[in-house]
């Protein structure tokens, strides 16, 4: 379970050597969106060889290459996976079989570097082209179980649907289609057990708006979400942490129907709960327990 994602720039020996002191769960070493086309060698040969010099994967090493479709994408795979990234990170997915299709090439190289078969994850972006919105159902069909987690995009996707913006001019919240973008996102992940991410917060000096944005995404169901700049990586993992009062109401809750087994309805501070609130109480311990996991290896 990873709480930050945060974006490194290839190309950029310096941050990416900046990003292991970062308390980032993981970095995605970026070989797309930031990196200009004549950087594009030079930005494969550093993050080829970052990979190869961090062994220590206390915090882990995704890389994001360039769309399958691009003429780029197998030229990122080839040189990154000699370095052994946890995750490959694909941007404008359009359905699942573009998953799989990832999910072969990876076999491929996995064994071509003598790597354990199916030990390369993949987090999908999950609605950066207009087509994405139409193809949720095929993540239900079949998809390679090398698919652990899934986010939305806002930014491309408004370029890919020909909007000027994707949010309310008044209230600042994000128009309808990108709400049901990120709704499928959201509802796809949990359908087949992957962890859904919260899309980036793109005012990067607004850490007010992105913790308050970060709460929202984790009340919705969101676990974690992708970071662009360095200081936003920190309340990121706050925001995502159960509270002191939220881990000890989960434990009340447990407890009182521990202790009344066989009802399907207690009550507990002047609140009737069932079993949908018992369910929610153990997904929070269980969370803590994987961030626990994590801080502790």
Not at 121 to 144: C, D, G, P, R, W
Not at 155 to 165: F, I, K, T, V
Not at 190 to 217: H, K, M, S, T, W
Request: proline share 4%; with cysteine.
């Amino acid at each position: 379970m990873i709480r930050s994602w945060l974006f490194v720039p290839g190309d950029s020996e310096k941050k990416m050597t900046k990003g292991r002191g970062n308390p980032a769960d993981a970095l995605i070493l970026d070989l797309e969106d930031s990196v200009s086309d004549d950087r594009q060698a030079l930005a494969r040969d550093l993050t080829a060889t970052f990979l190869k010099q961090e062994t220590d994967r206390k915090q882990q090493l995704w890389v994001r290459i360039n769309p399958l479709d691009h003429a780029f994408s197998l030229e990122d795979l080839a040189s990154v996976m000699p370095g052994a990234p946890d995750g490959i990170v694909l941007p404008k997915v359009n359905s699942a079989a573009d998953l799989n299709l990832l999910a072969s090439y990876l076999k491929i190289l996995e064994v071509r570097e003598g790597l354990a078969v199916g030990s390369t994850k993949i987090l999908s972006v999950a609605t950066e082209t207009a087509a994405s919105l139409l193809t949720f159902h095929t993540y239900l069909e079949n998809v390679t179980d090398r698919l652990v987690a899934l986010t939305w995009g806002g930014e491309d996707l408004s370029a890919a649907l020909g909007a000027s913006d994707n949010r309310h001019p008044v209230t600042g919240e994000y128009d309808d289609v990108f709400l049901y973008a990120k709704s499928m996102c959201l509802a796809t992940a949990r359908a087949i057990d992957a962890q859904p991410v919260g899309v980036v917060y793109v005012n990067f000096r607004d850490l007010a708006g992105l913790e308050a944005e970060c709460l929202r995404d984790r009340r919705s169901g969101f676990i974690g979400k992708a970071a662009i700049h360095p200081d936003q990586t920190a309340i990121i993992n706050d925001a995502f942490t159960p509270t002191d009062e939220e881990i000890e109401h989960a434990q009340n809750v447990i407890r009182v129907f521990e202790e009344n087994p066989g009802l399907g309805t207690v009550g507990l501070n002047g609140k009737m709960l069932d079993m949908p609130h018992l369910k929610q109480a153990r997904n929070v311990l269980d969370l803590v327990q994987k961030i626990m996991a994590k801080t502790q290896s």
